[in-house]
């Protein structure tokens, strides 16, 4: 006799199946329409991938969309200009990003307090006085125009890292309420997401600092690891023209940065000695261990810093690599390889987004471990 109570269980088990598989089908066709709206703006004024330029640099312009920009460009006909904000030896100058026309090769000039700038690979150069237009030598790096330094544009990277900062307020504050009422039930809702990734980092913490000192250090380990978890969920959206926080170097040297203070900050005098006289060792090795322990100090961080930054940039250049196949090849045919291999890295990517969070989270754990560590081994 078949099992009535058990249908209602199996038709929602097929449902969550057909949400689940709906969702990944529209997550591949949007970031189609994605990749494909960063083309060249011929071949999408044509419609044709047979007029596509012979020329087409798949290497560049994954990398080009691997880079920070001053605008979030959906399509050729949907971009959002950010604000430019400089500081010059004249003073503060402000215009929206719109003003370049989207040219990134220096080609258009803009007039701002009898100032002139332009935009070269996502940089913004000051044009030397009375020049009129950009001058490149053979490495296509300008010889008249000086790239301004003094730089605080809301980029596209420094808008996800205000979205991720409230995104990480609403989520948090949503839990906090939850856990404020008497009642003793089961968290559900935003509550039942959060709690079991904070046990779990909790548990990270205390497997790599040694006794209660792990309380002490959780609040910046959950932070962090809810920073890049967020920021890397954010860069896989088409609909946000897939922000590369993570995959920009400066990010990942900033966190990695907050890492090495902390350890040197709380470090106890076990963790120097191990640096300065590593027991059970001779002393006459002591001018070859100390240098190479003392390097190993910046290491550390630089592996923290590199290893999340290659990652999350890999993932997004390959992706875009594998649509430009399509237009290397001029043949619309190819989207059958490009395309379901394309959405096969971007599943894959969803998983490298917890990942590296957690790697990053466990890693950092540790290296504040050892230096807080009062312990002899």
Known sequence: MPNFRALPLIEMRSTRLYKGLLFIFVLGLSFV????????EESAESGHLEEKSADFDAASHAVHHAMDAHEFHFSDNFVIPLPVILWTE????TFMSSAFHHDDEGKTIVEKNGMSFAKIHEKIYLLDDGAEHVNFDAQHHPTNAAQVLTDFSLTKNVVTMFLVAFLMLIVFLKSAKFYKKDKQEAPRGVAGWTEPIILFIKEVAQDNIAGDKYKKFLPYLLTVF?????GNLLGLLPILANPNMTGSISITLLLAMFTFIIQLVYSKKNFWGHVFAPPGVPVVLYPILIPIEIAGLFIKPAALMIRLFANITAGHIIVVSLISIIFINKSAAWAG???PMALFISLLELLVAFLQAYIFVMLSALFIG????TSHH
């Open 33 to 40: 329409a994605s990749s494909s709206d960063h083309n060249d």
């Open 90 to 93: 004249k003073g503060l100058v």
């Open 226 to 230: 809810f920073f890049i978890l967020f």
């Open 337 to 339: 390889l490009s395309v």
């Open 370 to 373: 050892s230096a807080v560590d």
